[in-house]
């Protein structure tokens, strides 16, 4: 099994920056694809970005230059860096967690809002 605990979300003015954090635990060792996924309210949640263990990385096309993801040396935690956020990024962020290589894995965190002022 695995957790996964996001942290870092807030309420920010537009142009701002956040950083969220997500750390894994339990079976971490068998993670081999991680990612951010958001849900604003009457829209489907979407792949905002996911990296690999090997460090391949995926972004969604409107954040692409924004948002950067990134893992630590260990694999336990990884962070997405958000600036010149806008109020469309405003959403509940989830971390998802996969022992596969594609960003699409069973294992979810609770979830952290972002809320993005104008």
């Known amino acids: 099994q695995v957790q996964l605990v996001e942290s870092g979300g807030g309420l920010v003015q537009a142009g701002g920056s956040l950083r969220l954090s997500c750390a894994a635990s339990g079976s971490i060792s068998r993670l081999n694809a991680m990612g951010w996924y958001r849900q604003a309210p009457g829209k489907l949640r979407e792949l905002v970005a996911g990296?690999?263990?090997?460090?391949?990385?995926k972004y969604l096309d409107s954040v692409k230059d924004r948002f950067t993801i990134s893992r630590d040396n260990a694999g336990n935690t990884i962070y997405l860096q958000m600036n010149s956020l806008k109020p469309e990024d405003t959403a509940v962020y989830y971390c998802?967690?996969?022992?596969?290589?594609?960003?699409?894995?069973?294992?979810w965190g609770p979830g952290t809002q972002v809320t993005v002022s104008s």
């Open positions: 998802n967690g996969n022992f596969d290589y594609s960003f699409n894995g069973a294992y």
């Open positions: 990296i690999t263990s090997g460090g391949r990385t």
